[in-house]
């Protein structure tokens, strides 16, 4: 079983009918996320996730 089996992506999250109520619930958009996590990418020069993943 790879990593990729293990864990759900970002998208899978964050279209998970729990995480999607718990968001509404406290005003936060999948875009406002997604967003969040790029510009922590951009200022810590992190790669993007995809290029990180182990086969």
Known sequence: MSERD?????????????????MASDGV???EVRNLLAEARRRYGA???????RS
Do not use: F, H, K, Q
Request: aromatic share 0%.
């Open 47 to 53: 790669a993007p996730a995809a290029s990180r993943r």
């Open 29 to 31: 958009a999948a875009d």
């Open 6 to 22: 293990l864990e759900p992506s970002l998208g899978d999250l964050l279209t998970d009918p729990a995480t999607v109520a718990l």
